[in-house]
């Protein structure tokens, strides 16, 4: 598949997100019809230029991917605590801030 229309699969998944919640590495690419392929998606969202939700992605685990103190991982801090987002020691909460589709946003909306 192109990187073009990844990207495109991407933006459309994270465009469903809603304000406060995330979303996993994995999660995302199982929804973008790319299972397995949770590395693809952190390059993705480096490549794309416009502010596609990006900072309600993380790891498996509930942390922020980027290293703690620097810039970035302050940036998507701030953004997640805006949104209502409790983070702690760079972890969120997976349990309680987890975005769960539900059957009609993955059978029609997210439809690839």
């Given at each position: 598949?192109a990187?073009?229309?990844?990207?495109?699969r991407?933006e459309?998944?994270l465009?469903?997100v809603p304000?406060?919640?995330v979303?996993s590495y994995?999660?995302?690419a199982?929804?973008?019809g790319?299972?397995?392929?949770a590395?693809m998606m952190?390059?993705?969202l480096?490549d794309i230029?416009?502010?596609?939700?990006?900072?309600?992605?993380l790891?498996?685990?509930g942390k922020i991917?980027f290293?703690?103190?620097?810039?970035?991982?302050e940036?998507?801090?701030?953004?997640l605590?805006?949104?209502?987002?409790?983070?702690k020691n760079n972890?969120v909460?997976?349990?309680?801030?987890?975005?769960?589709?539900?059957?009609?946003?993955?059978?029609?909306?997210?439809?690839y």
């Amino acid at each position: 598949m192109a990187g073009e229309a990844v990207q495109s699969r991407v933006e459309k998944t994270l465009s469903y997100v809603p304000s406060g919640h995330v979303i996993s590495y994995g999660q995302l690419a199982d929804l973008c019809g790319l299972p397995g392929r949770a590395r693809m998606m952190g390059k993705c969202l480096r490549d794309i230029n416009i502010d596609c939700n990006w900072h309600r992605v993380l790891r498996s685990d509930g942390k922020i991917a980027f290293p703690a103190g620097s810039e970035k991982a302050e940036e998507q801090r701030q953004r997640l605590t805006a949104e209502g987002v409790v983070v702690k020691n760079n972890r969120v909460n997976m349990r309680k801030f987890a975005w769960m589709p539900d059957l009609h946003t993955i059978l029609v909306e997210l439809e690839y």
